[in-house]
């Protein structure tokens, strides 16, 4: 599985950004896609994930009603709107497989929200 993430970019306070993250060599056995951030600084944290199969999502409170995660069959999409300066961060996506257990990471794409 090879990950590729994009569409990070500099935003003013209160703006939108869509980032993607392309998957290849997904299989169809359950998995959970996620997508984490880490600030200059700070340890990289979880901010949504979302389930192949049952397309269930979940979010971080801070993110929550702002952000939403999606996905088709090879790309997962993290639209982020009302963009705050401590949303400023590396965003990563992230595959986990449970049987067998694996996981996969891509290589960033910075978001930086600032005026």
């Known amino acids: 599985v090879q990950l590729v993430e994009s569409g990070g970019g500099l935003v003013q306070p209160g703006g939108s950004l869509r980032l993607s993250c392309a998957a290849s060599?997904?299989?169809?056995?359950?998995?959970?896609m996620s997508w984490f951030r880490q600030s200059l600084g700070k340890e990289r944290e979880w901010v949504a994930s979302i389930i192949n199969d049952s397309g269930m999502t979940n979010y971080k409170d801070s993110v929550k009603g702002r952000f939403t995660i999606s996905r088709d069959e090879n790309t997962m999409y993290l639209q982020m709107n009302i963009l705050k300066p401590e949303d400023t961060a590396v965003y990563y996506c992230k595959v986990v497989y449970f049987n067998p257990a694996r996981t996969y990471w891509g290589q960033g794409t910075q978001v930086t929200v600032s005026s």
């Open positions: 060599g997904l299989t169809f056995s359950k998995h959970i």
